[in-house]
């Protein structure tokens, strides 16, 4: 692939099947990773009638050490230069009404094979001199209490691995975002257990308007992107708060209300 390219994950519907046209609109070869083969081509073809880029579907199952290999080795290349780790599910359901080899499953996707196609990636991209890397995480990061205590837990790994990463590539011209989207209408309610029309319309953001909005956080420089957050000067507190309380935790001695009277 001549131009750059974008491999995008989880890309045969919702979230990523809309990445896949924006970046397509903006120049991108596109390499479209998930396990639906059928709906990967209709994705694909869909996005070559409308605009001018190679496209390569990858069906693999990144739950698995063999499909997340698969797309390792495409990264390893050097050849992709945008990476969108968007494939993975959630549920709403509590720890007693859940199983755990579903849990584990959650793991695997959400956490595992997102660490290995990053970690794919990155060489490859401070070899080229720089790359974008997009992590698509959950307003569950933050608020774990809001849905499945495992899914919450899956996500904000997925934010916390974003700011180190932010610490990390400082200097290697790699630009990465963590992406935290809000309640968005794909089938991912379904695959969780709860339908998104059962959710109050105010609060159910289109596919299209949270990529725009998250793309826009892109250009704009954002580490963490929150399409759903009015007001984004929440977010900044927020993170100088953690900031500043993260300074205080170098004491060799427990705090005072640790200490017998």
């Given at each position: 692939?001549?131009?750059?390219?974008?491999?995008?994950?989880?890309?045969?519907?919702?979230?990523?099947?809309?990445?896949?046209?924006?970046?397509?609109?903006?120049?991108?070869?596109?390499?479209?990773?998930?396990?639906?083969?059928?709906?990967?081509?209709?994705?694909?073809?869909?996005?070559?009638?409308?605009?001018?880029?190679?496209?390569?579907?990858?069906?693999?199952?990144?739950?698995?050490?063999?499909?997340?290999?698969?797309?390792?080795?495409?990264?390893?290349?050097?050849?992709?230069?945008?990476?969108?780790?968007?494939?993975?599910?959630?549920?709403?359901?509590?720890?007693?009404?859940?199983?755990?080899?579903?849990?584990?499953?959650?793991?695997?996707?959400?956490?595992?094979?997102?660490?290995?196609?990053?970690y794919?990636?990155?060489?490859?991209f401070?070899?080229?001199?720089?790359?974008?890397?997009?992590?698509?995480?959950?307003?569950v990061?933050?608020?774990?209490?809001?849905?499945?205590?495992?899914y919450?837990?899956?996500?904000?790994?997925?934010?916390?691995?974003?700011?180190?990463?932010?610490?990390?590539?400082?200097?290697?011209?790699?630009?990465?975002?963590?992406?935290?989207?809000?309640?968005?209408?794909?089938?991912?309610?379904?695959?969780?257990?709860?339908?998104?029309?059962?959710?109050?319309?105010?609060?159910?953001?289109?596919?299209?308007?949270?990529?725009?909005?998250?793309?826009?956080?892109?250009?704009?420089?954002?580490?963490?992107?929150?399409?759903?957050?009015?007001?984004?000067?929440?977010?900044?507190?927020?993170?100088?708060?953690?900031?500043?309380?993260s300074?205080?935790?170098?004491?060799?001695?427990?705090?005072?209300?640790?200490?017998?009277?």
């Open positions: 692939m001549s131009r750059n390219t974008a491999l995008i994950t989880g890309a045969s519907s919702g979230i990523g099947a809309v990445y896949a046209d924006r970046l397509a609109r903006r120049g991108y070869d596109l390499v479209l990773v998930a396990r639906n083969t059928d709906r990967l081509k209709q994705v694909a073809q869909r996005i070559s009638q409308e605009h001018d880029v190679n496209i390569q579907i990858v069906p693999a199952d990144l739950a698995t050490p063999a499909g997340s290999a698969i797309v390792e080795d495409i990264l390893k290349t050097g050849q992709v230069s945008f990476l969108v780790n968007n494939a993975g599910f959630g549920a709403v359901s509590t720890l007693l009404q859940t199983n755990i080899d579903d849990m584990v499953n959650m793991i695997d996707i959400n956490v595992t094979a997102l660490t290995r196609l990053t794919a990636a990155v060489p490859a401070v070899k080229r001199g720089g790359g974008t890397i997009i992590n698509i995480a959950s307003i990061a933050v608020g774990p209490e809001i849905l499945n205590g495992v919450g837990a899956t996500k904000a790994y997925v934010l916390a691995l974003t700011q180190s990463l932010q610490h990390e590539l400082a200097d290697t011209g790699i630009q990465v975002q963590a992406v935290l989207p809000g309640a968005t209408a794909t089938d991912f309610w379904q695959v969780a257990g709860l339908s998104h029309q059962q959710l109050p319309d105010e609060i159910v953001m289109s596919t299209t308007d949270m990529v725009d909005a998250a793309l826009a956080g892109l250009d704009a420089g954002e580490v963490v992107t929150i399409p759903p957050l009015q007001d984004g000067s929440d977010w900044l507190n927020y993170e100088a708060q953690r900031r500043q309380l300074q205080k935790f170098g004491h060799a001695n427990p705090g005072a209300r640790y200490l017998k009277k």
